[in-house]
């Protein structure tokens, strides 16, 4: 769920991240996070990295179903919210 103020993860474990916090999103594969490590080889999804303040990032696959993702739709989402 995405709020005004932050983005709310409930799975396995619940996850707060403040949207003031957020530095940098990007939505593709990358050097820690590769199109090899994915089942599909990133045929039809791509992950959605988020990076902190403090220099960490997370990296999130939103409504995975072995197949696809909503990462697309929540990125725009997140650039509309930070623009």
Same mark, same amino acid.
């Given at each position: 769920?995405?709020?005004?103020?932050?983005?709310?993860?409930?799975?396995?474990?619940?996850?707060?991240?403040?949207?003031?916090?957020?530095? %940098?999103?990007?939505?593709?594969?990358?050097?820690?996070?590769?199109?090899?490590?994915?089942?599909?080889?990133?045929?039809?999804? %791509?992950?959605?990295?988020?990076?902190?303040?403090?220099?960490?990032?997370?990296?999130?696959?939103?409504?995975?179903?072995?197949?696809?993702?909503?990462?697309?739709?929540?990125?725009?989402? =997140? %650039? %509309? =919210? =930070?623009?």
């Amino acid at each position: 769920m995405i709020t005004d103020d932050a983005i709310i993860i409930d799975g396995d474990r619940e996850l707060l991240i403040a949207l003031f916090e957020i530095t %940098q999103i990007y939505h593709g594969f990358d050097e820690v996070f590769t199109a090899a490590s994915a089942k599909n080889f990133g045929l039809s999804w %791509q992950p959605l990295r988020i990076t902190f303040s403090n220099g960490s990032s997370v990296y999130l696959l939103i409504d995975y179903n072995y197949l696809t993702t909503a990462n697309a739709h929540f990125f725009s989402l =997140l %650039q %509309q =919210l =930070l623009g």
